[in-house]
């Protein structure tokens, strides 16, 4: 609908022979002035410059009153139009020039209705080429930019809605929009957004980039394990299982084991302490931070626009999506590695750090980024299948019974931990509690606080894994209390996760001693677990006859209102393990269902791994596959192992698997 509105128009450029009357008569100049476009001034201003205007003359003659013009002759009036058609005008001949300017004289004292009607009777006249002129006159006319009218503050909430490609198109326009699109409140709204998790607008996520996070590990005291003699003593009658050859030990397994056996791993997690979004932006020195984590303002100056950090995430995320890698092999071990952990950020150490154990005895420590091995760890008489390490210590369990604890810095074996009677091929530990699966189809729990441990037993068969887990909405105490019995008790709410050969995981309740849960649904050896946060899960994929596998389990134990772990409306993660079956299944905790199952390896999954973003998992069939979490789509294949790939770590920007090839695989996909 066409808005009616009064404008008080600029006058029309002026005939030349006019502007000589207008020149030989009284008051030429003031005349010539008004006759030439000028700048109106609204009505403050002009009473301000009528009261300092005293000469007689021009107090004599009428002034003219202040023009209100609207926004698009405002514009001409800035760009000085007027001045530049003059021009055109006096080139023109002085009968053409009487002509036009009396066309225009007749337009400009025109009524805004008898304009209206003069414009239809024009445009019936125009032929092609005219109508074809107006209309590209008309485009750069009818345009007017906003943000030239917009305080900066309205600009930039405006633009707040737009997202980062929208916003690069943005800044292309002018210098000004630039300024605008490119500030940084709205590139950090964006990697809010964005980074370490997926963006519930485009379902795009971004990776957090461990070693660019700015704010320091957080100083914690190095723990002490206080075993005691009893529990370095309780070794059983497993010991003669041990064999002093290395040749005997392989024979040994081979007869008693799955053909598959010895490929089975337990990868570590990779850490669950997330950083916020906050912190991101990295300077060469560490910027300062309060006591709330905010920085500090002398910090402020060397930091990356936030523009720079979403481009850089961008691209890697781009590469992840597309496949997009190199890949470097690191040689050393003489048989299959079988358990590795992955940290780019250890406090004290300024190369990225990965520590192996493998079927060759030996734990080896490698500086990633150089492609060397900083030092071999010597001690286990047989293969190595599980390691865990943090800033004060590294924990290795091994198929000689025993579990050893490790000064990784220089080498020095602390202490020996032994207690199962058979190997040890899984571990996990946390600050307060170790929890070690083993051969004997136990889980042993050593408190770190007493060295006194405890054995949960259940399973029917190996125990390939063990995750710890803090209930939601339970804090871990800081003394320590002992039973009546002698016994020690475990902090409430220390949950424990268990999988096994005999198909089963389990949900141990430690300070009960108890199983509270069981996991029903698949139909292979479980060998690896993996705990995600709700949002984190990948979507469930179809099969070639487009329908949705959610798992098909069955549930052993009902999750009754007595039965619940947690309070109505905790948000509880989701539980993903790998099997022999070939799948990965996602349960539901609280339930104990399996809520969707991954299909695509064709032999068994030895390891899972995951983060806010992808699941990656490795198999049997030699091949690792990396899983989108927002997209149902094929997932990314990563071919070049020789061997079944046993163990994965996955971080922002690469994976490092061990294979049964003997060799360690970086897959960087970094920019």
Not at 353 to 362: A, E, K, N, V
Request: with cysteine; hydrophobic share 35%; charged share 25%.
């Amino acid at each position: 609908m066409r808005q009616n509105y009064s404008c008080d128009t600029i006058p029309p450029p002026q005939n030349p022979a006019r502007r000589e009357e207008l020149v030989d008569a009284p008051g030429s100049a003031d005349a010539v002035a008004s006759a030439q476009f000028e700048v109106p001034q609204d009505d403050e201003e002009a009473q301000v410059d009528s009261e300092e205007r005293q000469p007689a003359a021009q107090s004599a003659r009428p002034q003219p009153p202040a023009r209100k013009l609207c926004v698009r002759h405002q514009r001409m009036a800035d760009e000085g139009t007027i001045v530049k058609l003059q021009s055109s005008l006096d080139a023109l001949p002085v009968e053409e020039r009487e002509t036009v300017s009396t066309i225009w004289s007749t337009f400009s004292s025109s009524s805004h209705p008898r304009r209206e009607l003069i414009l239809r009777g024009i445009l019936t006249m125009c032929c092609f080429s005219q109508l074809s002129l107006l209309s590209e006159q008309l485009i750069n006319l009818i345009r007017v930019d906003p943000f030239s009218r917009f305080p900066r503050e309205v600009s930039l909430k405006v633009l707040r809605h737009l997202d980062a490609i929208s916003l690069g198109r943005a800044a292309q326009v002018n210098r000004h929009w630039r300024s605008l699109a490119d500030d940084n409140v709205l590139w950090k709204s964006i990697c809010e957004q964005h980074i370490d998790k997926q963006c519930r607008k485009c379902g795009w996520g971004l990776p957090l980039l461990e070693k660019r996070r700015a704010a320091p590990a957080s100083s914690t005291p190095r723990p002490t394990m206080p075993l005691s003699p009893a529990a370095s003593s309780s070794s059983l009658a497993g010991d003669s299982l041990k064999r002093a050859h290395y040749d005997e030990e392989h024979e040994h397994e081979h007869e008693h084991e799955h053909p598959a056996k010895r490929h089975k791993s337990d990868s570590p997690p990779p850490s669950s302490s997330r950083m916020s979004v906050s912190p991101i932006r990295r300077s060469p020195t560490p910027p300062a931070s309060g006591p709330s984590g905010a920085l500090s303002p002398s910090s402020v100056s060397t930091q990356r626009p936030w523009k720079d950090i979403y481009c850089e995430r961008l691209t890697i995320a781009r590469n992840w999506r597309r496949g997009r890698y190199s890949v470097r092999t690191l040689k050393g071990h003489g048989d299959s590695v079988m358990c590795l952990q992955f940290n780019e950020a250890m406090r004290g150490v300024n190369y990225p750090m990965l520590i192996t154990g493998s079927y060759d005895r030996t734990v080896r420590v490698w500086n990633v980024d150089a492609g060397e091995e900083v030092q071999c760890l010597r001690g286990h008489t047989r293969a190595v299948r599980a390691l865990q390490f943090d800033e004060a210590k590294l924990i290795t369990g091994s198929m000689d019974c025993t579990l050893r604890v490790w000064d990784w810095r220089t080498g020095r074996c602390i202490r020996t931990l032994q207690g199962h009677s058979e190997g040890v091929v899984c571990l996990k530990f946390d600050s307060n509690v170790l929890a070690s699966g083993s051969v004997d189809t136990t889980v042993k729990v050593w408190n770190f606080r007493t060295g006194e441990c405890f054995t949960l037993r259940g399973h029917k068969d190996w125990v390939n894994a063990v995750q710890l887990w803090q209930l939601p909405g339970t804090e871990v105490c800081s003394s320590v209390s002992s039973a009546a019995d002698g016994t020690f008790d475990i902090d409430p709410g220390k949950m424990l996760f268990s999988a096994s050969d005999d198909c089963t995981i389990r949900l141990w309740d430690l300070s009960r001693k108890c199983c509270v849960r069981q996991f029903v649904g698949h139909v292979g050896q479980v060998q690896s677990l993996l705990l995600l946060n709700i949002a984190d899960c990948p979507p469930a994929q179809q099969d070639d006859d487009g329908e949705h596998h959610p798992g098909g389990a069955v549930r052993v134990a009902s999750a009754s209102n007595e039965d619940s772990l947690v309070p109505p409306g905790t948000r509880l993660p989701h539980l993903i393990s790998g099997s022999l079956d070939n799948t990965i299944k996602t349960w539901d905790i609280e339930t104990g269902l399996a809520t969707q199952t991954l299909f695509g390896h064709i032999e068994g999954v030895w390891s899972v791994v995951g983060d806010s973003l992808r699941l990656a998992s490795g198999s049997h069939d030699k091949t690792i596959k990396v899983w989108q979490r927002e997209e149902s789509a094929p997932p990314l294949n990563l071919v070049g192992h020789e061997g079944p790939v046993t163990c994965l770590q996955l971080s922002d920007d690469k994976i490092i698997s061990g294979s049964d090839d003997h060799t360690i695989k970086v897959w960087s996909f970094s920019a």
